[in-house]
Structure formats: structure tokens, C-alpha cells
């Protein structure tokens, strides 16, 4: 089963228990219906900003959406294994990055973190949702648009924020970027 094939058949399991239609879960979420009938139809992986709107509506954890199976504490990922996922360009949206879960396996998580490669010619995505971040910038630069505030990161640079101000990253100077991102929703 692929990643979208997996978040399309999750999404819509946990709709139909909610008893939503889809045209009730895009006004839930925010999401747009083209979207979600995308989503749903296993044609994309969503952006995080989409998946978070979507499991807050559905009321799960992000994680939810995206975990194969349990495993036992901790969660080890090893970099070799994150190369292995980019070189195979698995996660890969259409908004110029590819995120990679590193708490695969762990259902109990309140936290959600991830490894995000940004392409060099991204495309400027927003999202607000319920929560807080924490960005670290591991390799090249990474634009922080907060509300209508503009940032530059470099590698070694942090950026910790309310989730709810519209917020959105993409890499800058002509070169791709690799941050960690660790997402906290409360539930």
C-alpha cells in the first residue's frame, strides 16, 4: 500500500465513523473539497498543513494518519534510512517538499516530529492550526513566513511558534534545505 493510498483510506474510514460527508469534512477542516476528494482518492499525499486541518477535524493525532505499526520505545531512525526515503523520493508533495515521520511505530505520542526537505524552488504553502512548533534548520536556508513577518534560518537556527498565526516555510537562495520539524497538537 502506498503512503497515499494509506492516508486515503484512513482519512476516509475515520470520516464515515464520524458520519461526514465529504462536503462536511472540507467545511470542518478548511480543507477545500477538491482537496480531500484528492486526498481521499489516494491522488496525493497532503501537505502537513492539510493532514494537521484533517485530523484536527477528525479529532485524531497526526500520527495517525501516517504510522504503519507499533513499535517498542524509542523510536530509533536512523539517517541512513532517512537518505534511503529522499533518494527514493518517498512523501514527495506537490508543494516543492517531502516530509519523513521520525516516531513511526509510536501511537502514544504527543508530539509529532518530522525530517522535512525542502526543494530549492518551492512553492509558498500556508497553514494555521491548533498547537506549537519547533523548526531547526540542519542544511541550507529555510524561509519562516509568521503571519506577515519574514525569516530567514541557517543551519543551526531554531524557530519555536504558535501554530494558530498563519505560518508556512520554503527553502531560499536557489539551493534545497533540510530542516527538523516536531509539531505538538493538543487533542
Not at 497526526?62 to 523510536?75: A, N, S, V
Not at 534510512?81 to 508543494?95: F, G, H, I, S, Y
Not at 509529532?112 to 518551492?122: C, S
Not at 529555510?142 to 506577515?148: A, I
Request: proline share 4%; glycine share 10%; aromatic share 6%.
Amino acid at each position: 500500500m502506498t503512503d497515499a493510498s494509506k492516508i486515503a483510506e484512513r482519512v476516509r474510514t475515520y470520516r464515515e465513523k464520524l458520519g461526514l460527508s465529504i462536503n462536511d469534512l472540507a467545511i470542518k477542516s478548511g480543507v477545500g473539497i477538491e482537496v480531500l476528494a484528492s486526498v481521499e482518492a489516494g491522488e496525493v499525499i497532503p501537505a502537513l498543513g492539510v493532514l494537521t486541518k484533517l485530523s484536527r477535524a477528525l479529532g485524531q493525532r497526526l500520527g495517525t494518519f501516517m504510522d504503519d505499526q507499533f513499535k517498542p520505545d524509542p523510536i530509533i531512525t536512523r539517517a541512513e534510512d532517512l537518505q534511503a526515503a529522499k533518494v527514493k523520493d518517498e512523501n514527495k508533495n506537490n508543494l516543492g517538499y517531502s516530509s519523513h515521520s521520525l516516531a513511526l511505530g509510536k501511537p502514544d505520542r504527543h508530539m509529532d516530529p518530522f525530517r522535512i526537505e525542502f526543494e530549492a524552488e518551492g512553492v509558498d504553502s500556508m497553514s494555521s492550526h491548533e498547537g506549537e512548533e519547533l523548526i531547526i534548520c540542519i542544511a541550507g536556508e529555510v524561509e519562516l513566513t509568521y503571519g506577515e513577518e519574514k525569516t530567514v534560518l541557517r543551519p543551526g537556527d531554531t524557530a519555536y511558534y504558535n501554530s494558530v498565526v498563519r505560518h508556512g516555510l520554503k527553502a531560499v537562495g536557489g539551493k534545497p534545505a533540510s530542516i527538523y520539524g516536531i509539531v505538538f497538537m493538543p487533542l
